[in-house]
């Protein structure tokens, strides 16, 4: 009976003890803190409209290169930029849309304090109409990481 009761205790020990000291690493994208899910509003220099939710995420080329997409909220665009990770800038020059075949520039891209973010954007069948995006973060990916 004693050797029954020895062997249920050291499964128990063994479970409690791999149990203790499980460690989480956060993986987190190479373009945070301008990556995440962004709450914006658009304004056309007329009009504002949404709110609409875009997504910002890295790209496999480099810790320089970025997604931005709408995820069809507002125009139907994914199309990359280019990002400095020191000063949290974005831009890109006719950046080919992959969700159909247009072009988008994006200028003046910035985030402000890790929560807010502007940038504006032209597209190559919108005329020459500057869209201004700005918004607040919804989601980080830092959030999407947590035990």
């Known amino acids: 009976m004693k ?4 062997i249920y205790f050291f499964i128990l020990s063994m479970f409690i003890v791999s149990c203790q000291g499980l460690e989480y690493d956060k993986e987190y994208s190479s373009v945070y803190p301008i990556s995440g899910d ?14 609409y939710l875009i997504k910002i995420y890295n ?12 995820n069809g909220a507002f125009w139907q665009f994914k199309a990359k930029a280019k990002a400095d990770m020191k000063n949290l800038t974005f831009a890109a020059a006719n950046s080919q849309n992959y969700t159909y075949d247009s072009k988008v520039t994006f200028q003046n891209g910035k985030v402000i304090k890790n929560d807010s973010i502007y940038f504006e954007a032209v597209f190559d069948d919108g005329g ?15 959030e999407y990481n947590t035990h």
Do not use: M, Q
Request: contains cysteine.
């Open 3 to 6: 050797a029954k009761y020895c």
């Open 38 to 51: 962004w709450t914006i509003k658009v304004n056309d220099g007329t009009t504002t409209s949404g709110p």
């Open 59 to 70: 790209s496999s080329f480099s810790k320089d290169s970025l997604w931005i997409d709408d």
């Open 128 to 142: 020459s109409t500057v869209y201004k995006f700005s918004g607040h973060r919804k989601v980080s990916y830092e």
